[in-house]
Structures are given as C-alpha cells and as structure tokens.
C-alpha cells in the first residue's frame, strides 16, 4: 500500500490490520496525529483516513467514509476475523 500525507508525497507503508472504519500500517516516516491521509490500498483503492496515532513507526487511522466489508474483500490476503456470538 502507498500514503500520502501533508510534508511528503508519498511512502510505501505496510497495513497490518484494515477494517471497516480504519486501517494500522507500519510507516518509514513519522505522520503526526490529527493529519489527513490518502491510503491507497491494491484491491480497495484511494481511501482518505485521519490519524489517530502515531508511535515507533506505526499509525492507525480512522476512515473518512467506512467502507464496506464487500469493498474489503477485494483487497488481496483480507481475511476478516469472525467475531464470537454468544446467546
């Protein structure tokens, strides 16, 4: 996956966990919290986050839209973690 964010055009980032409304993605620059991101992501396309946070290479970010778990099912390796339904 790819980001671009405010102060660089560009950086190739790891995503480690994607969901619905967010993504964590090992990054090679530091993204200061609060900044408005553009991931894009093979399978999903561009998708504008905010950052949450930011620590020892890492972000997580909350999506602008969600998207919808049809749209991450095209993303390649996305295997969605079922949750425990309990009566």
Do not use: C, K
């Not at 993204?31 to 999903?44: D, W």
């Not at 290479?57 to 973690?81: A, C, M, Q, T």
């Amino acid at each position: 996956a790819s980001i671009v964010a405010p102060g660089f055009h560009g950086d190739d980032v790891v995503v480690i966990d994607l969901s619905e409304v967010g993504f964590q993605a090992r990054v090679g620059n530091h993204i200061p919290p609060r900044s408005l991101v553009r991931l894009r992501v093979p399978g999903l396309g561009m998708v504008v986050a905010r950052v949450v946070w930011s620590r020892n290479g890492g972000i997580g970010g909350e999506f602008v839209n969600p998207v919808g778990e049809g749209r991450l099912r095209l993303v390649p390796g996305y295997s969605p973690i079922a949750e425990a339904h309990t009566a």
